[in-house]
């Protein structure tokens, strides 16, 4: 076993393919493939599973993974100490649902590093994504909610796939509008009155259901609907087509203050935020900063936060 092959197989984690892995590493696939089989024989496990759709950790693999970046942490160490070697890069990746107090906690994240070097990933994603990228390591950290409705499916998953939640906080559920939406001068509203005005949702794939649903409520019939990918596009048509969207209320500035605005909904469900991790990794320091800037987020919005 060398630190080059311990190197070979994060960067294929970072990358989540060998072909990319190839590329940033400029050697050969079939020389890294090489080099990972032969690391794989030594071991006597299997690292990565291989299918047409591409790889994936092992659980064996992923356990493996652990301790390879705690050896060339050390490793890196060690050369800064005697070689002057520039220490290894900053490194943290998180994949989220789409909420602006993660994003809001990520740049507090970088700002609060003096480190000339870093290489730091967020990503806005479905769903199922976000628990696959956590369970194969390609994300320190998932941000997602649990519901009454999707707690025993989501919970399920979780744990088949080794993960862990721990709760954030609890919010009320609130809908982002227009503050030309004729709804917009009432205290609270109903999905009643919002049966007339577009009903925007983020898109969950093909394989999506309701239990990965970014909303936590939704209108049993909606004759018009809009299914989005992105945050920006979900803000232009609330503006522009006087839809709605179910959210947690959370406005961190990111929003056209003069033109969008919060109004809680009238329920009794609410939406319980969470972070999720690989139960059998460690976290970075960057992502143990990461989660001390996002429960300060969160609180300075007012939410309390529950404890570990």
Same mark, same amino acid.
């Given at each position: 076993m060398t630190l080059l092959q311990l190197r070979y197989i994060v960067k294929i984690v970072e990358c989540g393919s060998m072909n990319e892995a190839s590329h940033a590493l400029y050697v050969s696939q079939p020389?890294?493939?090489?080099?990972?089989k032969e690391l794989e024989n030594e071991l006597g496990i299997e690292i990565f599973t291989r299918s047409s759709q591409g790889i994936a950790l092992?659980? %064996?693999?992923?356990?493996? @993974?652990?301790?390879?970046r705690q050896v060339l942490d050390q490793a890196d160490l060690l050369e800064e100490r005697y070689k002057?070697?520039?220490?290894?890069?900053?490194?943290?990746?998180?994949? +989220? !649902?789409?909420?602006m107090f993660a994003v809001? *906690?990520?740049?507090? =994240? &970088? /700002?609060?590093?003096?480190?000339?070097?870093?290489?730091?990933? #967020?990503?806005?994603?479905?769903?199922?994504?976000?628990?696959? !990228?956590? *369970?194969? =390591?390609?994300?320190? #950290?998932? &941000? $997602?909610? $649990?519901?009454?409705? /999707?707690?025993?499916? &989501?919970?399920? =998953?979780?744990?088949?796939?080794? @993960?862990?939640?721990?709760?954030?906080?609890? *919010?009320?559920?609130?809908v982002f509008i227009s503050k030309d939406n004729p709804l917009s001068m009432k205290k609270k509203v109903t999905m009643d009155d919002l049966k007339p005005f577009p009903f925007i949702q983020y898109? !969950?794939?093909?394989?999506?259901?309701f239990f990965f649903a970014e909303e936590a409520v939704w209108p049993e019939y909606s004759p018009k609907q809009i299914n989005v990918t %992105?945050?920006?596009? #979900?803000? /232009?048509? &609330? #503006?522009?087509? /006087?839809?709605?969207?179910?959210?947690t209320g959370i406005d961190n500035g990111d929003l056209n203050n003069e033109k969008i605005m919060t109004i809680p909904l009238d329920t009794d469900?609410?939406?319980?935020?969470?972070?999720? +991790?690989?139960?059998? *990794?460690?976290?970075?320091?960057?992502? !143990? +900063?990461?989660l001390d800037k996002l429960k300060g987020v969160i609180a300075n919005h007012g939410y309390t936060i529950i404890s570990d």
């Open positions: 020389a890294l493939s090489s080099s990972v092992t659980v %064996d693999g992923a356990e493996f @993974l652990t301790y390879a002057n070697a520039k220490p290894r890069k900053q490194l943290c990746s998180v994949s +989220t !649902q789409h909420y809001e *906690a990520f740049v507090e =994240m &970088i /700002n609060s590093f003096k480190s000339d070097e870093y290489e730091f990933t #967020i990503r806005e994603t479905r769903t199922k994504d976000i628990i696959n !990228q956590v *369970a194969n =390591m390609r994300s320190e #950290i998932g &941000i $997602l909610y $649990l519901s009454d409705y /999707n707690t025993h499916v &989501i919970g399920k =998953m979780l744990r088949e796939k080794h @993960l862990e939640f721990h709760p954030l906080f609890r *919010a009320p559920l609130h898109e !969950q794939g093909e394989e999506g259901s %992105d945050r920006a596009t #979900i803000l /232009n048509f &609330i #503006i522009g087509l /006087n839809g709605y969207t179910v959210c469900e609410t939406m319980l935020l969470g972070w999720i +991790t690989n139960e059998r *990794a460690k976290l970075s320091k960057a992502a !143990q +900063t990461y």
